[in-house]
Every structure is written in C-alpha cells, then in structure tokens.
C-alpha cells in the first residue's frame, strides 16, 4: 500500500479547490430559509427544499463511489462537481415559485456528491493509521470554506439583495472549476492484500456474462461493506448527525433568528457564533481531543452537547441567547463528525476507499434529506419548536448507540484472550 505527497504549490491548489468548492455550495445557506419564507412558500414546502440536497447524494454518492475506484480516478469528479455548483446557484436567479429553488438544491446536491473523490484523494496522501489526523485537516477546511461562505451570505444580501448571493455563488465556482483543473492525481496502486485467483475461471455463454458479472460485483461489494461493523455504525450515527445539522444551523436556526428579529446582515454573527467554535474544534479534535479522550467518549459527548443545544434553541428570548446555544453546537458535532469521517475509511485498502466513502456519505445523506423534510413537515404542524426538539431527540438516540455499542465492545473485549496490539478496530480506539 502506497501513498503520495505534494509540493507546497500543489497542495495549495488542492486547498483552494476545496475552500471554493465550500464556499460556493454555503454561500446562500444562511438566507435560504428566509429567502423561501419571503417568496411565501410554506414550512413544510421549505423542510422539502433544504431536504432535497440530501436526496440527490443519496442517489449518486454511492456509485459515484464504486464509478470512480472502477476508474481509479478522482479528478474529474470534482471537476464536474464545481460546475454542478455553478448550475446550482444559477437557478435560484430564475422564475418565482417554488420550483427552481428546489431544482438549484437538486443540482447542489449533486455537488455534494464529489465531497466523495475530494476525501479519497486527500486521504491518499497519508499513510492508513493517520486517515483521521488527515480528516481532521479536510474537516477544519470545509468548515473554513462553510465559514467564509456563510459569513459572506448575509452581509452581501443585506447589501445587494437576495440575488448577490446567488450571483457571488456562480463566481465563486467559477474559480473553483479552474482550481479543480490544476488538482494533480494518480491513480492508486492496487493493494497488495488483493488476493490472486487460484484457478482459471469457467468460460461463460455470452447470454451468461452480463447478469454473472454484476450478480458477481453486487456481492463484492456487500461483502466489502459487511467486513467492516465500524463502516455501518458510524455511517448509521453520521445520518443522524447530518440530521441535526441540517434541522439546526443549515435549516431553520437562521429563520428562528428572524423570528427573534435577525437582519439578513445580522445573520452573519448567527454564522460566526457557530462556525467558529466548530472550524477550531474539528482542526484539534484529531490532534489533540479524541487521542487523550478516545474516539468513542468523544463522540459521545458531542452528540450530548447537539442534543442540548438543540432543545434550547427554541426556548432561547434573544439573538445573544441564540449565538450561544449555536457556539456550543457548533462544539459539539465538532467532536464527532471528523471522527465519524475518518473512521469510515480506516479499515479499507486504498483502491476501496471511494466505494467505502461513497457508501458512508450515501447513509448520511440520508439524513439531510428526512433531518428537515420531517422537521418542516412537524414545524408547519406544531411551529419551529417541534422541529428541534426531534433534532434533539435524534441526538440522544444517537448519544443511546454509541453508548450501548460501547458497553458491547467491552464485554467482547473482556471476553476474549486476543492481546491489546491484535484487537480489531473500533470506536473505542
């Protein structure tokens, strides 16, 4: 097993790809919600918008995956990617119903999906045991980029109006679509744990061939993602998470500033008192947090705090109460979502890492997707409270399996006579 470095100039377009392409898919995300609101569209309507985002990665993360490990190529996916992200923000600019906004999150999400290729690639730069220190690093620039994005957001459509985000949007991927370009790849080298076929394989009718083969393939790769119990449980918890996140601060946090009075520009310290706390936290938590607490306790204290955090918000009497309650969660889902990311891929040889990765990211866009449509389907029944007190239960029910999933490996462990240096990969190390 093989990995590569950059030159500085490299990895530095390598950052500012990812920076662009972040900040193109954010730079909206804070005024959407009252942006929908303001064209008179309904909570439950919104909840399916914001949601929608996740449904195309549902769909396409996964083979993309597969696709691009097939391929062993990178690069064009994320090429393709940031010109989805132009696409995106070009139609919030069209028409007046509630068609094309949800058509511009649609093709977002198929942004979205080249996160895929974009973590496999970075990944490849680093040895196997150090995959979470290297998600670590892409997570605090994805923040970055969320933060530049969404920082922006407010001051320029307090300035310029709803459209100069829209059209800032389209700039952006622009560049982004340049930077991409200058990425540099190579193809994985095959692993050499890849076992070699010990006999010659019958000869197949030509009517056999195309059934066998992907008969053959699907159960490769259910077996490839049944060897790994870690890969479904944090895939399982990331849904949960990305519920949260998407219910909260890339939902209808923003709209319940409104309602405690928020300006669009106003929005912009909404945004800083969450992504800074978050941005920080996510660049340390792989350094320094989970190595002294372990991947699991700290998984499990941050999923508490989101919960938290979560069930105040609607309680909260003024905007300072509200930036408080977002530089916690901000803090808490931090803590478990670089880990989450990094886990996914750790127990997977390099030339499966896009299908490991497609298939985690696949699971927890499911939860971007039902995280705000259930919310705004509960918000237009019971208003915004009924929306974050699910995203808070959801917290605890994922605070639950960490926690029982925990006690498990424990009682395994004790059971067992394997010595500490041969025991398999789990949250708990």
Not at 234 to 261: D, K, R
Not at 304 to 319: E, G, K, Q, R, V
Not at 392 to 401: E, H, K, R, T
Request: charged fraction near 10%; aromatic fraction near 10%; include cysteine.
């Amino acid at each position: 097993m093989t990995t590569y470095t950059l030159s500085r100039k490299k990895h530095a377009i390598f950052v500012a790809a990812t920076l662009l392409y972040w900040t193109t898919m954010y730079i909206y995300v804070p005024i959407l919600t009252p942006f929908l609101k303001d064209r008179g569209i309904s909570l439950s309507l919104i909840g399916l918008i914001v949601g929608s985002y996740g449904l195309t990665q549902v769909l396409i993360r996964f083979p993309l995956g597969i696709y691009s490990d097939r391929m062993r190529r990178r690069k064009p996916f994320m090429v393709v990617g940031m010109l989805a992200g132009l696409a995106s923000c070009g139609l919030f600019l069209l028409g007046n119903s509630w068609g094309t906004p949800l058509a511009g999150r649609l093709v977002a999400g198929i942004c979205a999906s080249a996160w895929v290729p974009f973590t496999v690639l970075y990944a490849s730069y680093y040895p196997p045991a150090k995959s979470t220190q290297a998600m670590a690093t892409l997570s605090f620039l994805t923040v970055l980029g969320q933060l530049f994005g969404m920082t922006a957001s407010g001051w320029i459509a307090g300035s310029g109006g709803w459209d100069a985000a829209f059209l800032t949007g389209i700039g952006l991927a622009a560049l982004g679509t340049v930077a991409a370009l200058g990425i540099e790849e190579r193809a994985p080298a095959l692993s050499a744990s890849v076992p070699a076929p010990t006999a010659k394989p019958r000869k197949t009718a030509p009517h056999e061939r195309s059934s066998t083969g992907s008969n053959r393939r699907i159960r490769d790769l259910l077996s490839l993602i049944g060897s790994s119990p870690l890969l479904i449980e944090v895939s399982i918890l990331s849904m949960l998470g990305h519920c949260i996140l998407f219910i909260t601060m890339f939902g209808f946090t923003p709209l319940q500033a409104v309602e405690l009075g928020a300006s669009a520009s106003e929005l912009t310290w909404l945004v800083v008192a969450f992504m800074v706390p978050h941005a920080l936290i996510s660049l340390w938590n792989g350094r320094y947090i989970a190595p002294r607490l372990g991947a699991r306790r700290t998984i499990l204290c941050g999923f508490a705090l989101s919960a938290i955090c979560t069930a105040i918000i609607p309680l909260c009497p003024s905007l300072p109460w509200l930036y408080a309650t977002q530089a916690i969660n901000g803090i808490g889902q931090a803590l478990y979502i670089p880990l989450l990311l990094g886990l996914a891929i750790q127990d997977f040889a390099p030339e499966h890492r896009a299908t490991a990765m497609g298939f985690y990211q696949s699971v927890y866009s499911i939860g971007m997707f039902l995280g705000p449509y259930l919310a705004g389907w509960l918000n237009g029944i019971g208003g915004l409270e009924a929306g974050f007190f699910f995203g808070a239960s959801l917290g605890l029910v994922a605070a639950a399996i960490v926690t029982i999933r925990g006690q498990r490996q424990k009682r395994a462990i004790a059971k067992s006579a394997v010595a500490a240096d041969e025991t398999p990969n789990t949250l708990s190390t």
